[in-house]
């Protein structure tokens, strides 16, 4: 059974910092690209950041600068840290598996106030 289990979303001030997490189970995960995609009201989900099996990575211009994304492969884990947070940042984050199937996770909030 394939699970992405999301966690580190919540609440936070303008310029602050988060770290998501997504503990991954029943995939063959260092050999998976993962990634972030986020969802606002009203709005298409849209990727925020990939990283490859190899480690190669590519961001949303929004994410440049701000966010890095890194996985550890003995944890079967892939991070978020997002830093210097805007509201605009305000949106549900998803996890996401890719290999021979796309396996999503149940998304985390994360709620960025002015």
């Known amino acids: 059974q394939v699970q992405l289990v999301e966690s580190g979303g919540g609440w936070v001030q303008a310029g602050g910092s988060l770290r998501l997490s997504c503990a991954a189970s029943g995939i063959f995960f260092s050999s998976s690209t993962m990634g972030w995609y986020r969802q606002a009201p009203g709005k298409q989900r849209e990727l925020v950041a990939r990283?490859?099996?190899?480690?190669?990575?590519n961001y949303a211009d929004s994410a440049k600068g701000r966010f890095t994304i890194f996985r550890d492969n003995a944890k079967n884990t892939v991070y978020l840290q997002m830093n210097s947070l805007k509201p605009e940042d305000t949106a549900v984050y998803y996890c996401?598996?890719?290999?021979?199937?796309?396996?999503w996770g149940q998304g985390t909030q994360v709620t960025v106030s002015s």
């Open positions: 990283i490859t099996n190899t480690g190669s990575t």
């Open positions: 996401y598996s890719s290999r021979v199937t796309d396996y």
